[in-house]
Nanobody, 123 residues
Framework: VQLQASGGGLVQAGGSLRLSCAAS????????MAWVRRAPGKERELIAA????????YYSDSVKGRFTISRDDTKKTADLQMNSLEPADTAVYYC?????????????????WGQGTLVTVSS
């Protein structure tokens, strides 16, 4: 599975961006998907994840209520809608995928990673 993240860019605080993760290769239907970010000087942070089938999702406290993860298994994509962006959201955002796992919020279990897309939020 190869993942390609896109949609990053420069946006003013309060604005919105939509990130998309496109997969090539096998279907993602039985894969858990996640978005992880790394801000300058900070540890990697899991911000959103969605279980295969879309029945369960997870959001970190830092983005809950502002970001929404979704998936379209027909298109083999997983998107992250980001609203009310803040300068603290500035980071490189990575999408990740792994065959269904019992702990879809554990990023150490994710086998496939995209190359990252930079989001910069200006104040």
């Amino acid at each position: 599975v190869q993942l390609q993240a896109s949609g990053g860019g420069l946006v003013q605080a309060g604005g919105s961006l939509r990130l998309s993760c496109a997969a090539s290769g096998r279907t993602l239907r039985m894969y858990d998907m996640a978005w992880v970010r790394r801000a300058p000087g900070k540890e990697r942070e899991l911000i959103a994840a969605i279980r295969w089938g879309g029945g369960s999702s997870y959001y970190s406290d830092s983005v809950k209520g502002r970001f929404t993860i979704s998936r379209d298994d027909t298109k083999k994509t997983a998107d992250l809608q980001m609203n009310s962006l803040e300068p603290a959201d500035t980071a490189v955002y990575y999408c990740a995928a792994t065959p269904q796992t019992v702990a879809f919020t554990n990023t150490r279990l994710y086998k496939y990673w995209g190359q990252g897309t930079l989001v910069t939020v200006s104040s």
